[in-house]
């Protein structure tokens, strides 16, 4: 029962979060985050009502919790692919003073994002699953993409908050560093559930601990008033100003300058400016 309470305890913090967002207006600069919160709540519910139908003998045990472990894995699948939205968004307000580097970023993003589905792809294509493991096999690859994902975009924020005006404090960054405690647990708990697949509770239990600790640390992040993010200034001779101009000049084409010309071109102008001087010669001689 232990779990039941947690998950409880998970969707009351949860709604206050929701709640939170819509009273402060910030749905809409997170609508992502948003989803995967309503996600996450629907998720926990049908834990919730998935016991209560074999507590109060309603429905078998097996059925229930066959009907359970479908409509988890659909809200599995659809949080991991939230999330990569959730790192979108992320990276676009954190970069949002250098549009060349956001730009770049993006552009790169999406590459890496497609790479990884596409090997994911192929690996599970080289695999003999019947249906259930094939979708337990997708829905893991599909997760231990994203959790890489957000562990990088954690380290970056880390690194370079100061640089892009961020502090601390900011909703961007607690965000992703609630991500990157449950994208953290997520990575070992698929190695643990492979070595100690009768160890699934106890797992379960850290996994439900890790994620009241995330939900938690956003509720304070959004609670609370957020820093004022600062102007980026950077030195005049800094490479991040030289790299932000070569960004946007590949992503905004201006006019373009003939700087050379092709030899059978250049030959063809002379010819011309020749025939132009003969004329011009020929009618002087007749004046």
């Given amino acids: 029962m232990n779990l039941v309470v947690l998950s409880t305890v998970e969707i009351v913090l949860l709604a206050t979060l929701v709640g939170v967002l819509h009273g402060k207006a910030l749905y809409r600069a997170f609508p992502a985050f948003q989803a995967y919160l309503w996600v996450t709540i ?92 094939l979708l337990l096999a997708g829905s893991r690859e599909v997760v231990r993409c994203e959790c890489i994902l957000v562990l990088c975009l954690v380290t970056f924020f880390a690194f370079t908050a100061q640089t892009f005006g961020m502090s601390y404090g900011s909703r961007v960054f607690g965000i992703s560093f609630g991500l990157g405690m449950i994208s953290t647990y997520q990575l070992v708990a698929v190695a643990l559930f492979l070595r100690f697949p009768t160890q699934g509770m106890l797992i379960n239990f850290i996994g439900e601990i890790v994620q009241l600790s995330a939900i938690s640390l956003w509720v ?63 009618m002087s001689v007749a004046r």
């Avoid at 946007?248 to 001087?277: C, F, R, T, Y």
Wanted: glycine residues 6%.
């Fill in 42 to 133: 629907l998720s926990e519910i049908s834990y919730l009502v998935a016991k209560g139908l074999v507590f109060f003998s309603i429905l078998p045990y097996g059925t229930a919790r066959m009907a359970y472990a479908y409509v988890y894995l659909a809200c599995y699948l659809a949080g991991a692919i939230l999330i990569f939205c959730v790192v979108y968004d992320l990276y676009r307000q954190a970069t949002s003073a250098l549009p060349g580097i956001q730009h770049l970023g993006i552009v790169i993003y999406r590459w890496s994002v497609s790479i990884s589905a596409i090997m994911a792809v192929v690996a599970l294509c080289n695999l003999h699953f019947d249906y259930h493991q």
């Fill in 220 to 282: 304070v992040y959004f609670v609370k008033a957020e820093p004022q993010r600062r102007l980026v200034t950077v030195e005049s001779t800094s490479p991040l100003i030289r790299w932000n101009e070569i960004a946007q000049l590949l992503n905004n084409p201006a006019g373009q300058v003939v700087v050379s010309q092709p030899d059978a071109l250049m030959a063809e102008v002379h010819a011309v400016i020749e025939k132009a001087k003969q004329r011009g010669a020929g």
